[in-house]
């Protein structure tokens, strides 16, 4: 039998110990893991690598780890939305690297696709390349860029089946499906579990084998950064 | 003089049927409020969308929707969703036919600085390094001086480099401006600005077109 429900977050993410590593899915507030974040700042773990594309805000999301000082090192491709966060990096008490977002998104897809590295033109001739490895194809400078190696991945998914097999809905599909496949080892919340069968296997964006640890989340609060409207 | 709305309806201009187009953050999200009714174009958003439609009616408002500036939008017919992996991957791989970003400096050789100003702004680069790295067709939005009332067109960027020889044009309120080996070549001049008052705001290397014209953003 696969067992990779679990009850809750805390049950989750109950072996995450200080000095871990870990990705956290999402585009801003869009498609986070919020019901493992929470569970995280409860439990205090302290020393955290996050990997993630943003840091949230002030008092949500990644933000919320960061008021505590959890967070040792953030790697993030943009954290404009966070004034503690530049406060923290400005002042030298959280260190900091900002990589390129495809950058960030194809070093997960590497990870999950069993590739040690990948090949980009983003950032040649710029602070993200020094100390790196170049080459050249067809005329063109390409930086070389490790595979992430993480402890942990912690994602959020639409709908999921105890295989861990999942489904993301329109634009928090983001980089959960790819933090999903390359944690060590890779948790996901959802909104909705349900029983293998259920899912259509065509419609399937994550294969189950990528995941180790399931479960259904509980009061999605799911901010929005910007409400934008049409008026009538 | 335009203001950033005639910044925007001027690259509009350049918008032809059947484009894929990335808008980055600012006076180039305006530009999709002015594509030309009869052309399509297809509004990619690095966050995994391709189909960015108009904002939504406020009971359609949908957290799982945004856009790469974390705007709740809606999708257009024919839209997609994909992770961010296959966003960089169209981007990279030459699918977009334009992008349209904004820019703290641009020299007279394509480079752009748009991330970064130590000890002052941490924001990040997002997908801007990416896009510029790899996008065939890069028109940079932005106004021709700082708050300073310094020129953003230099010979060489002061502020870290995003990309290296990439930009294509860039228009400003000024002008439109064209990058060529010979540095920014003035095409078009806004109404009402003179071709002297566009010398002093620029210290990059600046040419005139043999045929500059009156810009006309209508």
């Known amino acids: 039998m696969l067992k990779k429900v679990v009850k809750n977050a805390e049950e989750a993410v109950k072996d995450i110990t200080d000095g871990a590593t870990i990705m956290l899915g999402g585009f801003g507030l869009c498609g986070i893991p919020e019901n493992s974040i929470t569970a995280l700042v409860n439990k205090g773990v302290k020393n955290l690598t996050c990997i993630s594309n943003n840091a949230g805000v002030d008092d949500f999301g990644i933000g919320l780890m960061l008021k505590t000082r959890q967070v040792k090192k953030m790697i993030a491709s943009y954290v404009g939305e966070n004034a503690e966060f530049e406060r923290q990096l400005l002042s030298g008490e959280l260190e900091v690297e900002l990589i390129p977002q495809g950058t960030l998104a194809t070093r997960c897809m590497a990870t999950g696709y069993g590739i040690p590295a990948i090949y980009t033109p983003a950032g040649v001739g710029t602070e993200v390349a020094e100390g790196k490895e170049t080459r050249e194809f067809d005329g063109k400078t390409y930086l070389m860029e490790h595979a992430f190696k993480s402890d942990f991945a912690i994602v959020k998914a639409w709908k999921g089946d105890t295989h861990g097999n999942l489904i993301f809905r329109a634009t928090s599909r983001n980089f959960n499906p790819l933090m999903a496949m390359a944690g060590k080892i890779t948790i996901v919340e959802v909104e909705e579990l349900v029983q293998p069968g259920e899912l259509d296997p065509d419609m399937i964006h994550t294969p189950g084998i990528y995941v180790n640890r399931i479960f259904k989340g509980v009061n999605y609060e799911k901010r929005i950064e910007q409400i934008t409207v049409t008026k009538r | ?218």
């Open chain 2, 1 to 218: 003089m335009l203001d950033k709305f005639g910044i925007a309806k001027r690259i509009a201009k350049e918008l032809q049927d059947g484009y894929y187009v990335n808008l980055g953050i600012g006076i180039p999200t305006l530009v999709a409020n002015y594509v030309p009714h009869d052309i399509e174009v297809i509004l990619q958003s690095e966050n995994g969308l391709l189909g960015i439609g108009p904002f939504p009616f406020e009971e359609d408002v949908d957290a799982d929707l945004i856009n790469a500036g974390k705007q709740t939008v809606t999708t257009t017919k024919g839209s997609s969703f994909f992770d961010s992996a296959m966003s960089f991957g169209m981007i990279r791989s030459g699918r977009v036919d334009l992008t349209v970003l904004g820019a703290m400096e641009v020299a007279d050789n394509g480079d752009i600085a748009n991330w970064k100003i130590p000890g002052k702004m941490v924001k990040g680069m997002g997908g801007a390094m990416d896009l510029v790295a790899s996008a065939k067709n890069i028109i940079v939005a932005m106004q021709h001086v700082n708050k300073a009332g310094e020129s953003k067109l230099l010979s060489n960027c002061s502020l870290p480099i995003t990309g290296l020889g990439c930009v294509k044009k860039v228009v400003t309120e000024l002008g439109v401006f064209d990058i060529t080996p010979d540095g920014f070549k003035c095409i078009e001049y806004a109404t009402g600005v003179s071709l002297d008052y566009i010398k002093e705001k620029t210290l990059g290397r600046l040419i005139i077109a043999d045929d500059v014209k009156e810009m006309s953003i209508e």
